[in-house]
């Protein structure tokens, strides 16, 4: 065979190796919409490890715990603020009936040594004497009565203003005393919150750590194997020059019956000669022969091993790749165009039999419910070249299993006309390139898509982030990419780049951050930052109004770059400074 047959990939998943903080502390903001904590769920096999798949399953147990905590503190802080504003009331209240009191207190008491002195005859008889008339007389008389009719009003109204005084009083002091407990128990729960998300990061310590040194492991397997596979193709390239085989054209293999001089039929599996290759004799080996665009094309492909993956849109390079933009990018650039997306390069490509696989060829993936969800380049009878969402890169990995494995086409055979290809089954989950595909959380508010990728929230390998050109700052490569376009345009406005506090977050970093804020960070494994899709922003585009945050609100879309609908002045949880990649604009 052309490549040998390399050692089985390991199992061991890769999960983020730097833990390097930011230059500058964190905000401890959310970075996730008021009140979503949306799980992760991707099924286990989405993960390049059942170990890392199985730590993320714990890790959203103490996230689901932790976010019941922060929503029972919540309702003590309204319930307190309640208590607290019924108290201010009540003591108000009481103030004020203490001063109605004390304002009519002189006048009851004359009023009372009045009824208890004279009992009222002396001026009954001092208007019987000086009456001039009957007239007179009826009418003093029923004057006094009216007189001491509004005296008697007057001191009741006294008395009961003086009783409810004494009620507000007492609700008062019961009010403080509720009050006061209730404050007394948010004070047990913010401790109990504190301690909770300590015991969080002691019981995580050692599996972060535990995977960490898994992905190294992992990752020096992948390197390995990657550089074996590469050192092959060398040799190979090496010894058709050896032997003077010039690669011809595809179009002068593709008839069997009419191969270049020196070229010899390579049967099939059935006894039949294959089209699009041939073989030569070579000191008493068979070397095969791929036409010049196949060789061109698996070249370009055993370069790019190591780059990162990337899903959705723009990974056709040249800094990541999703698993179709691979194949349409290396063999569109030897000169067979091809189409973008995985289901339609194998509805176009004409078909050989799986049995007859070789170099150069596409080996599609499946099964049938989830449509075509992968393609990789045919190295040999067990591996292939593909941009893998499970071990987010490029990387040589294992041929799709028989019961998984939809198609082989062979692209120096030319294009067909499309035929039918399985596509995704009502209810099944996106799955793309090995690995499950989250929509957009909001669509509405251009809020970051969720998981990608074949590790959990915060603990993605270094190897598939990129570098946004701002410090060591990192993020997803399509939003690395998109971030520092809008950078650069960002500088012809206001004569510097885009400054930055905090971009990828490492799940333990948000640990760290939840334990010291609890009431002001998010719950480990939610935040946006932890998926490479989220930067905070400073020097003037922190605050709502500046002329940079105008100038990122009217630009920013056209980059894939938001402030998300939560974020915004009015949204819930003002965060200026917090943006997210969408994706590019639709």
């Known amino acids: 065979m052309a490549v040998a047959a390399l050692m089985v990939l390991s199992s061991t998943a890769p999960v ?63 319930r307190l603020a309640g208590t607290e504003e019924a108290a201010r009331a009540a003591r108000y209240e009481r103030a004020a009936a203490d001063e109605a009191v004390a304002a009519n207190q002189d006048a009851v008491d004359e009023f009372s040594r009045s009824l208890f002195t004279a009992m009222g005859r002396a001026d009954e008889f001092r208007l019987l004497v000086t009456a001039a008339n009957p007239e007179e007389l009826l009418d003093g008389a029923s004057l006094l009565g009216r007189v001491r009719s509004a005296q008697d009003v007057q001191l009741t109204g006294a008395l009961e203003r003086q009783r409810a005084a004494k009620a507000a009083e007492e609700a008062a002091v019961e009010q403080e005393r509720l009050a006061a407990s209730r404050k007394a128990e948010l004070v047990r729960r913010n401790g109990d919150a504190v301690n909770k998300a300590d015991a969080v990061s002691a019981e995580l310590r050692d599996p972060i750590a535990e995977a960490n040194a898994a992905v190294i492991e992992q990752q020096r397997r992948q ?33 069997p019956a009419r191969l270049p001089a020196g070229m010899r039929v390579l049967k099939g599996h059935d006894g039949a000669a294959q089209a699009g290759l041939a073989q030569v004799g070579f000191e008493g080996q068979r070397l095969l022969v791929l036409p010049k665009e196949t060789m061109s094309a698996l070249t370009a492909a055993i370069d790019v091993l190591g780059k990162p993956y990337v899903p959705h849109d723009g990974g056709s390079g040249p800094l990541a790749y999703s698993c179709d933009g691979l194949v349409s990018a290396v063999f569109g650039e030897a000169g067979l165009p091809l189409p973008g997306s995985a289901g339609e390069q194998l509805a176009r490509g004409r078909p050989v039999a799986p049995a007859d696989a070789q170099p150069g060829d596409l080996a599609f993936a499946g099964p049938d419910r989830y449509g075509v969800q992968s393609v990789g ?16 890169g490029v990387v040589v990995a294992d041929l799709p299993a028989e019961a998984n494995l939809l198609g082989i086409v062979r ?32 669509r509405d ?52 780049p885009l400054c930055a506090t905090d971009s990828y977050r490492t799940f333990d970093l948000q640990v760290d951050l939840y334990r010291r804020k609890p009431a002001l960070a998010a719950i480990p494994g939610t935040s946006n930052h932890g998926w490479g ?20 609100w009217a630009n920013g879309p056209a980059f894939g770059w938001v402030n998300p609908g939560w974020a915004r002045e009015g949204g819930g949880r003002e965060e200026p400074w917090h943006w997210e990649f969408a994706g590019p604009p639709r």
């Open 445 to 496: 508010s251009g809020e970051a898509a969720g998981a990608w990728g074949g590790y959990p929230n915060g603990l993605i390998p270094s190897a598939a982030l990129c570098s946004m050109g701002r410090g060591s700052h990192v993020l997803r490569c399509d939003a690395a990419q998109a971030f520092h376009a809008m950078s650069q345009a960002y500088a012809r406005e206001f004569g510097t």
């Open 533 to 552: 899709l989220a930067v905070d922003l400073c020097g003037g585009a922190e605050s709502f109004g500046t002329r940079q945050y105008r100038w990122l």
């Open 223 to 255: 390197r390995d194997r990657n550089r074996e596979t590469a050192d092959n193709w060398r040799a190979y390239l090496a010894r058709l020059r050896e032997a003077g085989v010039e690669p011809p054209p595809s179009a002068s293999l593709r008839d």
């Open 377 to 392: 380049i045919v190295l040999d009878r067990k591996t292939m070249v593909v941009a893998d969402a499970r071990l987010a």
């Open 16 to 78: 983020h190796a730097r833990n390097d903080p930011p230059p500058e502390e964190p905000r401890a903001e959310a970075g996730i919409a008021p009140g979503a904590n949306p799980p992760d769920s991707r099924p286990g096999e989405a993960f390049a490890d059942p170990a890392v798949a199985r730590l993320q399953s714990a890790a959203h147990e103490v996230q689901r715990e932790l976010d019941g905590l922060a929503g029972e503190i919540a309702i003590a802080e309204d």
């Open 411 to 442: 692209p120096s055979l030319g294009k067909r006309d499309p035929v039918a290809v399985p596509h995704r089954q009502p209810g099944e989950l996106k799955w793309r390139c090995g690995g499950v595909e989250a929509e957009p959380r909001s």
